[in-house]
């Protein structure tokens, strides 16, 4: 009865041993997607970078702006390096949707162009406002085109329509069936295969976070026909068009 007795003591110890190393290890886990995810929002835009480096006449816009990301996602992983997070401003402003798309149309027509398929925008209402973060935004749009890209068909289109108060921008491609066979073989399509070994999904993360900060859907329908990636966001409660 007394070994019965000191074994049922050590219960507690035990299990509390048992749960502090199941913290560390949530929280060691926890570190390595937020570093992993800050990492990736870095690597993006200075990939456009080097793809505007590498081509003529690259539009000043899409250049500024892959700046601005990029410092942006350098911030975000130096504070996580030392201490603290990031999140969007509580004091949100309005930020106008179509030059935040347009631009990231401009970043990936490139790598679009390299990888031997194309990437057309097509914007179907007026200028449109949504109260938030537009570097939250532009990642958003930078990860659902360059996944269009590099997983779907040669052919990608970004197209913006409003419905009632909200912004719908669905990004689309024409699917892998529809892939020409000396595509495979060329750079840009090596370099997406090896890569894709080491994705774990931090792309579509960060759209679903910008979708819910800013009280807005994601969806994502994939097929051998095409991927359909669906991105609904609240207008503010001015249009554009209102604005003096």
């Known amino acids: 009865?007394?070994?019965?007795?000191?074994?049922?003591?050590?219960?507690?110890?035990?299990?509390?041993?048992?749960?502090?190393?199941?913290?560390?290890?949530?929280?060691?886990?926890?570190?390595?997607?937020?570093?992993?995810?800050?990492?990736?929002?870095?690597?993006?835009?200075?990939?456009?970078?080097?793809?505007?480096?590498?081509?003529?006449g690259a539009s000043p816009r899409v250049v500024e702006s892959s700046v601005r990301l990029a410092a942006a996602a350098l911030e975000r992983l130096e504070r996580e390096v030392n201490g603290g997070g990031v999140s969007l401003p509580e004091s949100r402003s309005e930020?106008?949707?179509?030059?935040?798309?347009?631009?990231?149309?401009?970043?990936?027509?490139?790598?679009?162009?390299?990888?031997?398929?194309?990437?057309?925008?097509?914007?179907?209402?007026?200028?449109?406002?949504?109260?938030?973060?537009?570097?939250?935004?532009?990642?958003?749009?930078d990860n659902l085109i360059v996944n269009a890209i590099e997983h779907g068909g040669p052919a990608v289109t970004v197209e913006a329509r409003r419905h009632g108060e909200r912004l719908r921008i669905v990004v689309a491609d024409s699917g892998r069936a529809s892939r020409p066979d000396s595509r495979r073989d060329t750079p840009a399509e090596v370099i997406a295969r090896l890569s894709g070994r080491r994705r774990r999904g931090h792309g579509l993360a960060v759209v679903r976070r910008a979708a819910a900060a800013h009280g807005g859907r994601f969806a994502l329908r994939r097929s051998d026909c095409g991927s359909l990636a669906v991105l609904e966001l609240p207008l503010a409660n001015r249009s554009a068009e209102q604005v003096a």
């Open 1 to 56: 009865m007394t070994e019965l007795s000191e074994i049922v003591a050590g219960w507690p110890l035990a299990a509390s041993f048992a749960a502090a190393v199941t913290v560390r290890g949530l929280r060691a886990s926890r570190r390595r997607t937020v570093l992993n995810e800050a990492l990736h929002e870095l690597r993006r835009p200075l990939q456009a970078l080097a793809l505007a480096s590498g081509r003529e």
């Open 95 to 141: 930020v106008r949707v179509r030059p935040l798309v347009e631009a990231a149309v401009g970043r990936w027509q490139g790598r679009a162009g390299v990888a031997g398929g194309s990437l057309r925008l097509g914007w179907w209402t007026g200028e449109a406002l949504v109260a938030g973060d537009g570097v939250a935004l532009s990642q958003a749009l």
